[in-house]
């Protein structure tokens, strides 16, 4: 089975700035698909970025990047120039390809003015 | 196109009730699925179907819960003999393929059983 850890449960940024959320995760698969997922407070779910296993270039979105390590089994999250809608909580989150998401415990960012 | 859509948004109910929610994915996607998230949690994956078929219910939580997806389009989670614990955030996804181009997210029905 699948394990997907944040290990920051909350993170701070001011407007402006930069800030890197962290995940890990654990798979015997060779071939998945790695999201971050933002759920802004009491609103639904909207898929930030996406990353195939099997490419080695790191997605980009605008302001939204990754860093894909796959012997590392790591997938940051960068996002530049944080706005104010940034503040969420973000969940890291694996597929298999198959079935189901497995998400992390997600991190909880909050943006200051 | 109007998304994911779930009714009803909050649901207050008594313990030993049964409850009823439904979700309409979007039209073309043939992937519908259930999650589950608690209070500063992730969501937790409950049940898939592929048109009118549930390919996987192995994670539904008991036998209290079940769902239905009659005619491949919307789907339904009843969820029996309602328990405190039950209280939670009931998520619905749809995805046109195995979920690689990502899912899309309705906005949730929070249930809370007194």
């Known amino acids: 089975a699948q394990t997907v850890t944040q290990s920051q449960p909350e993170m701070s940024v001011q407007e402006a700035e930069t800030v890197t959320l962290s995940c890990t995760y654990d798979?015997?698969?060779?071939?998945?698909?790695l999201f971050w997922y933002k759920q802004p407070p009491s609103r639904q779910m909207i898929l930030v970025i996406r990353?195939?296993?099997?490419?080695?270039q790191n997605a980009t979105e605008n302001r939204f990047s990754v860093n894909f390590q796959k012997a590392a089994k790591s997938f940051s999250l960068k996002i530049s120039d944080s706005q104010l809608g940034d503040a969420a909580m973000y969940f890291c989150?694996?597929?298999?390809?198959?079935?189901?998401?497995?998400f992390g415990g997600g991190t909880r960012l909050m943006v200051k003015p | 196109d109007t998304g994911v859509s779930q009714d009803p948004r909050h649901k207050i109910t008594k313990r030993g009730q049964n409850v009823t929610f439904r979700c309409d994915p979007i039209s073309e996607h043939n992937r519908l699925y259930w999650y589950r998230q608690t209070l500063g949690q992730g969501p937790e994956f409950l049940t898939y179907f592929q048109n009118e078929a549930q390919l996987e219910k192995s994670r539904l939580l008991s036998d209290r819960f079940s769902a239905e997806r009659p005619k491949g389009s919307f789907s339904t989670l009843e969820i029996q003999r309602t328990e405190q614990g039950d209280s939670a955030m009931y998520l619905c996804?749809?995805?046109?393929?195995?979920?690689?181009?990502?899912?899309?997210f309705g906005s949730g029905t929070r249930l809370t059983v007194v």
């Open positions: 989150v694996f597929n298999n390809a198959g079935n189901m998401l497995t």
């Open positions: 798979t015997s698969e060779s071939d998945y698909y």
């Open positions: 996804a749809s995805s046109r393929t195995a979920g690689i181009d990502g899912y899309t």
């Open positions: 990353q195939e296993a099997y490419k080695q």
